[in-house]
């Protein structure tokens, strides 16, 4: 497994941008495909985004599409996920996963994750 940590949220107003940052370490970050999920109390996991090793396909949950790009360095061992046009709905813990296989990205079945950094969008 991979040890992963997250940065880069904080509050914003509607309409606003972050970027989010995830480094890995402990592992063959080139060989894991990457996700990010988010998180809302009272709620499950949600997919967000999810990229393949090689960084040549992306993937999005219809609710983010157009406005959230993910994307990896492999010499920073690090994934992003650029957010913009964020809306009040986008507020919750982001986490970034990693694991070989990336059905079980999508699937939420990582066998690493993050902490998590905090997302809050104000109207």
């Known amino acids: 497994q991979v040890q992963l940590v997250e940065s880069g949220g904080g509050s914003v107003q509607a309409g606003g941008s972050l970027r989010l940052s995830c480094v890995a370490s402990?592992?063959?970050?080139?060989?894991?495909?990457m996700g990010w999920f988010c998180q809302v109390p009272g709620k499950e996991r949600g997919f967000v985004a999810a990229?393949?090793?090689?960084?040549?396909?992306?993937f999005y949950a219809d609710s983010v599409k157009g406005r959230f790009t993910i994307f990896r360095e492999s010499a920073e061992n690090t994934v992003y996920l650029q957010m913009n046009s964020l809306n009040v709905g986008d507020t919750a813990v982001y986490c970034c996963?990693?694991?070989?296989?990336?059905?079980?990205?999508?699937?939420?079945?990582?066998?690493?994750w993050g902490q998590g950094t905090q997302v809050t969008v104000s109207s």
């Open positions: 996963s990693a694991e070989f296989s990336l059905v079980r990205i999508r699937d939420g079945r990582a066998g690493s």
């Open positions: 402990g592992g063959t970050f080139s060989r894991h495909a």
């Open positions: 990229i393949t090793w090689t960084g040549g396909n992306q």
